[in-house]
Antibody, heavy 121, light 109 residues
Framework: QVQLQESGPGLVKPSGTLSLTCAVS?????????WSWVRQPPGKGLEWIGE???????NYNPSLKSRVTISVDKSKNQFSLKLSSVTAADTAVYYC??????????????WGQGTLVTVSS | EIVLTQSPATLSLSPGERATLSCRAS??????LAWYQQKPGQAPRLLIY???NRATGIPARFSGSGSGTDFTLTISSLEPEDFAVYYC???????????FGQGTKLEIK
């Protein structure tokens, strides 16, 4: 079955750019699915960041849109997240997930294990 | 943005009891609501999608109901492994953004 694994630096300096990659195994990123990033600040709830299709089409959360870029690398079967101008408020566990989007809705299954990114000098 | 409000914030029950968790949307989301379970240190796990459809491998004791603005997740008889945090999530009118509720913590009484 499909499995996802996040990777990237665990520490990012304020005003810097957070960069993470999600490797997809057990299935093709070029399948008829979207792929999403979701984050969770320590002890808090979940926030959807955005999603990408293998064609490169993207949708972003308006609250983060000005700072977010999600890209896909079909040759490596992975997708990536970049979040610029980070502050301490961006400290969170970042999850990637398969986005089971239909023409009207979507839900997330499965999820990667998550990776903690701390923004600190 | 559609706001999801979950209640109660914390629910204290004993194994074997029935759990009823609520999720209310600030406007209608039709049946486009999902439920997730999250245990400490783990990623969320999909339980229910489209309000009432159990995800693959989810035990029959989990059921979802509702439409419009009011939704319920019911666990018919609690097992020890069911004590966790539960989140609802909506995504009506894709590709508009999805939102999550703030979570309900189900704890052992």
């Amino acid at each position: 079955q499909v499995q996802l694994q996040e990777s990237g630096p665990g520490l990012v300096k304020p005003s810097g750019t957070l960069s993470l990659t999600c490797a997809v195994s057990g299935g093709s990123i070029s399948s008829s699915n979207w792929w999403s990033w979701v984050r969770q600040p320590p002890g808090k709830g979940l926030e959807w960041i955005g999603e990408i299709y293998h064609s490169g089409s993207t949708n972003y959360n308006p609250s983060l849109k000005s700072r977010v870029t999600i890209s896909v690398d079909k040759s490596k079967n992975q997708f990536s997240l970049k979040l610029s101008s980070v502050t301490a408020a961006d400290t969170a566990v970042y999850y990637c997930a398969r986005d089971m989007a239909t023409v009207t809705t979507s839900w997330f299954d499965p999820w990667g294990q998550g990776t903690l990114v701390t923004v600190s000098s | 943005e559609i706001v999801l409000t979950q209640s109660p914030a914390t629910l204290s029950l004993s194994p074997g009891e029935r759990a009823t968790l609520s999720c209310r949307a600030s406007q209608s989301v039709s049946s486009y609501l999902a439920w997730y379970q999250q245990k400490p240190g783990q990623a969320p796990r999909l339980l229910i999608y489209d309000a009432s459809n159990r995800a693959t491998g989810i035990p029959a004791r989990f059921s979802g109901s509702g439409s419009g603005t009011d939704f319920t997740l019911t666990i018919s008889s609690l097992e020890p492994e069911d004590f966790a945090v539960y989140y609802c999530q909506q995504r009506s009118n894709w590709p508009r953004p999805c939102t999550f509720g703030q979570g309900t913590k189900l704890e052992i009484k």
